[in-house]
Structures are given as structure tokens and as C-alpha cells.
């Protein structure tokens, strides 16, 4: 290996290692959303994508959305429909928000987490460090 090669594999492995640290704010990596609009509503084309990587019910998901957003929505096949325009922006943070409150356990921030429900109380346990916390969503 020359001195040159050796300089490129060590820029890479320290480039590396930036883009770990930038993530460790959260160890969960969404899908880039895909938005299009049509008239006075958003379609969000990959919907079927979050509800699937998030382990979560669809129906749900969809729910915290259009609760979120204030607006109907609708599941059209993978898509969500919503009426109004909303930027791609306002559901990549709406989706951030969503693995805080909804996802993440608040002891150990695994995203490996369950929501069980007991006396109509859901409750997020996890699947990493066993701990057993109440929601900070209320849409569940
Ligand atoms: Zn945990």
C-alpha cells in the first residue's frame, strides 16, 4: 500500500466515523419521504414504507398524522392522502417527533420497542433493556 493509498482509507474510515456520531441523536433511520402534490392535496407516495420500518399499525400512523396535521387522511393502496399542501419537511419532522414519543424507550433509547395496552393505557415496553414505560404520545 503507498503512503497516498493509506491517506485515502484513513480519510474514509475518519469520515465514517463523523457520519456515526451525527446519528447517535437517534439510532433509527426513516425513509426520505416522497411527496406529491395534486391540486389542494399531499400524497405521500411511500406511506406503506413507515408504518413497516416502524413496526407500527398503519392505521395508527396514518391517524398521528392527520391528527398532527389537522386534516383528513386517507390510505390509498402504499400512499396516504391529506388534504391541503404539506411540505416533505413537515412529515420527516412529524415522523422524528413520531419515534420520540412513540418509538423510542425512554431509558435506554432503543427504537426495539412494543406498545401494549392495559386498562385502555398503552404502554411502550422495550425489547432491548426490558423497561416498561408509559407513552408520551397520545395517539397509541
Ligand atoms: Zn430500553
Redesign the pocket.
Known amino acids: 500500500m503507498t503512503k497516498t493509498e493509506y491517506e485515502i482509507l484513513l480519510k474514509r474510515i475518519e469520515d465514517n466515523l463523523s457520519n456515526a456520531e451525527k446519528q447517535t441523536s437517534t439510532r433509527f433511520e426513516l425513509p426520505a419521504v416522497d411527496v406529491m402534490w395534486e391540486g389542494q392535496k399531499t400524497f405521500l407516495r411511500n406511506f406503506a414504507e413507515f408504518p413497516r420500518v416502524l413496526r407500527r399499525d398503519p392505521d395508527k400512523v396514518l391517524q398521528y398524522l392527520s391528527k398532527e396535521f389537522a386534516v383528513p387522511a386517507e390510505r390509498i393502496g402504499d400512499k396516504a392522502m391529506f388534504i391541503g399542501r404539506r411540505d416533505p419537511d413537515d412529515f420527516t419532522r412529524l415522523f422524528q417527533i413520531y419515534v420520540k414519543d412513540y418509538l423510542e424507550?425512554?431509558?435506554?433509547?432503543?427504537p426495539?420497542?412494543k406498545i401494549v395496552k392495559e386498562n385502555r393505557i398503552s404502554f411502550l415496553i422495550?425489547?432491548?433493556?426490558?423497561?416498561k414505560?408509559t407513552m408520551k404520545g397520545k395517539y397509541a
Open positions: 424507550c425512554p431509558t435506554c433509547k432503543s426495539d420497542t422495550c425489547e432491548a433493556c426490558g423497561a414505560s
